[in-house]
């Protein structure tokens, strides 16, 4: 069980600040936990901070479950595009669904995304663009690109708007989170 | 033109939401067992529609919204944003870290496993002696909303409207929906 985090950081995005709590994901790092399930506020300013970072030519916006959702929803409005959505379970009604793994990065423990044939359909043959809420290792954007090629979709761009740290790969990212050390 | 991701609709039931028709899919989804298939995941139009459809029947008082994840989300989300009320989302797992999350089992008869929901610690103060309404994109035989409006009563929070943008199967009046699907039995979808 853990301790409430009593520490925080502040974040700022515009003229809307949060008050983020530091989880320990090892014994020796706090990270701001951001969360945008439940925050309509955060995620609409969020989403009008992102469109600036969504390449141009960009047709469908991909994402998967389930903290992106809400943003990615209010993003795909702003701009006028579609968006589709990875699930991390298999549903009765899929069927003939892409199945990708993905090699997680904060636990090490690996995580299974579907998307069922008939949601694949809509990425064939357009610039898709990844969006999610925070990029970590990079392995679900790993994992997204390769569903996005087995539906026949071209991965055009990859967007998040929270990284911690600096990204261990290219993408455009709206706000860089800090890594902190226990003591600092 | 041959692909690999192709996919042909069989059979369709036709919807309307506000100013917006929907061809839903008929997908199988057990042996005898179709339903009809709404999917709000990527329609941000019929989100935005429905959601602005249900929240003009949201019962006075109603100060917290709760959702399970993951289909009706992105309503509670704009429920959320168009009335200034607060969601919070039902997890169906525990994240490491949540703190202190209270849990409860469902028994799905359409995933035909249990399943988890989760609140978050930090989550019980915004429901604890709320008057709360649930969010649901379908209710069909409604076992994910006993065991979460069983899980917000624990909490200290009372449920008192639930809310979905179609109700399934049988007709059921506990249910502000914006209209009703039929669950096709014993045919093939």
Redesign the interface.
């Known amino acids: 069980?853990?301790?409430?985090?009593t520490e925080t950081f502040t974040l700022t995005i515009g003229n809307l600040s949060r008050e983020l709590?530091l989880?320990r994901?090892t014994p020796t790092t706090r990270l701001p936990?951001v969360e945008f399930?439940?925050d309509?506020q955060l995620?609409?300013a969020a989403a009008n901070a992102t469109v600036a970072l969504i390449p141009e030519g960009t047709q469908v916006l991909f994402t998967c479950?389930?903290s992106s959702?809400?943003y990615v929803?209010?993003l795909?409005?702003i701009m006028n595009l579609?968006?589709?959505?990875a699930?991390k379970?298999r549903?009765?009604?899929m069927?003939d669904p892409i199945i990708q793994d993905v090699q997680s990065m904060?636990?090490g423990v690996g995580e299974t995304l579907w998307l069922d044939?008939?949601?694949?359909?809509?990425?064939?043959g357009k610039n898709i663009t990844i969006v999610l809420d925070v990029v970590a290792s990079g392995g679900t954007i790993a994992s997204l690109e390769k569903m996005i090629l087995?539906?026949?979709g071209k991965p055009h761009g990859r967007v998040a708007a929270f990284s911690h740290g600096q990204p261990k790969i290219e993408i455009a990212v709206m706000q860089q989170l800090p890594i902190l050390d226990s003591r600092s | 033109m041959p692909n690999a991701v192709q996919y042909k609709i069989v059979k369709t039931h036709s919807v309307q939401i506000g100013s917006l028709t929907r061809e839903l899919p008929v997908i199988s989804v057990a042996p005898g067992v179709a339903v009809a298939l709404l999917n709000l995941l990527g329609d941000t139009e019929l989100t935005e529609e429905a959601g602005k459809a249900l929240a003009a029947l949201l019962p006075k008082g109603i100060e917290v919204l709760v959702t399970p994840e993951v289909k009706a989300v992105t309503l509670a989300h704009v429920i959320s944003r168009i009335l200034g009320i607060p969601y919070i989302v039902a997890r169906k797992t525990q994240k490491p870290y949540m703190f202190e999350p209270v849990t409860r089992e469902v028994l799905s008869i359409t995933t035909g496993k249990p399943q988890l929901l989760v609140i978050d610690g930090f989550d019980i103060p915004k429901i604890k002696n709320k008057s709360v309404a649930v969010i649901d994109d379908v209710v069909s035989t409604g076992g994910t909303l006993r065991s979460l409006s069983a899980l917000i009563t624990d909490i200290g929070g009372s449920v008192n409207a639930t809310l979905a943008v179609f109700t399934e199967g049988d007709p059921r009046d506990d249910v502000i929906a914006l209209g009703h699907l039929p669950l096709y039995l014993g045919e093939k979808g």
């Open positions: 069980m853990t301790a409430m985090p709590p989880v994901p936990l399930l439940g309509t995620v609409k479950e389930t959702i809400p929803h209010s795909a409005e579609p968006y589709e959505v699930r379970r549903r009765p009604y069927h904060t636990l044939l008939r949601h694949a359909a809509n990425l064939r087995r539906a026949g």
